[in-house]
């Protein structure tokens, strides 16, 4: 299995510019994670689902941040408009059920995103 | 107060040496998980644990759910275990720790 796949790798956009994460996760899990890295708060849970159902999206810093699973196989984090304060390192991971004690988290290599 | 805090925030090891990195947490939680974070970036998941031990090859994670204290160890440390190491627990939500940050020299 190729893992969890994102995409691009590397982002960097101009602020207010819209920005669109992509994530594919390992085939047969069915939650999504996705989290945010920055050196001031660490690694954050931003939204998860299961069964392509968003769960809990409490994690999800303001309106301008939203995502999406419209099947299986596809999940997108969506920043629109974006801001420098949103420079982070974005992480997108797949697990086989949804609770997090049951079930271990497979991580995908995450997006760079820089916004200037 | 972090609801999850770790110990030391930076560890240096000759190679060789038994490493131990400390997390203690301070809510109620279902699980426990230990990931390692490579220099280049990617996350690995190394253990998840509600209770007692795990080993794999020369890592054992431990866990005092009593305590609320979860303990990682490296045995015959080597540089390619180089790397930050977060503790994360599962209560309602999945809630990190800021991470060790450990080096091994050669």
């Known amino acids: 299995d190729a893992g969890v796949i994102q995409s691009p790798r590397h982002e960097v956009t101009e602020m207010g510019q819209e920005v669109t994460l992509r994530c594919k996760p390992i085939s047969g899990h069915n939650s999504l994670f996705w989290y945010r890295q920055t050196m001031m708060r660490g690694l954050e849970l931003l939204i998860y689902?299961?069964?392509?159902?968003?769960?809990?999206d409490s994690g999800m810093p303001e309106d301008r941040f939203s995502a999406k699973m419209p099947n299986a196989s596809f999940s997108t984090l969506k920043i629109q408009p974006s801001e420098p304060r949103d420079s982070a390192v974005y992480f997108c991971?797949?697990?086989?059920?949804?609770?997090?004690?049951?079930?271990?988290?497979?991580f995908g290599p995450g997006t760079r995103l820089t916004v200037t | 107060k972090n609801e999850v805090e770790q110990s030391p925030q930076n560890l240096t090891a000759q190679e060789g040496e038994f490493i131990t990195i400390n997390c203690s947490y301070s809510v109620g939680i279902s699980a426990l998980h230990w990931l390692q974070q490579h220099p280049g970036g990617g996350i690995v998941s190394l253990f998840m644990?509600?209770?007692g031990k795990k080993k794999h090859g020369r890592l054992i994670a431990t866990i005092n759910i009593q305590e609320k204290h979860s303990s990682l160890h490296i045995t015959a440390s080597h540089p390619r275990d180089s790397a930050v190491y977060i503790c994360?627990?599962?209560?309602?939500?999945?809630?990190f720790g800021e991470g060790t940050q450990l080096t091994v020299n050669p």
């Open positions: 991971a797949s697990s086989l059920g949804l609770a997090a004690d049951s079930y271990e988290q497979y």
């Open positions: 689902f299961n069964n392509n159902v968003p769960i809990d």
């Open positions: 994360a627990v599962s209560g309602s939500r999945l809630t």
């Open positions: 644990l509600s209770s």
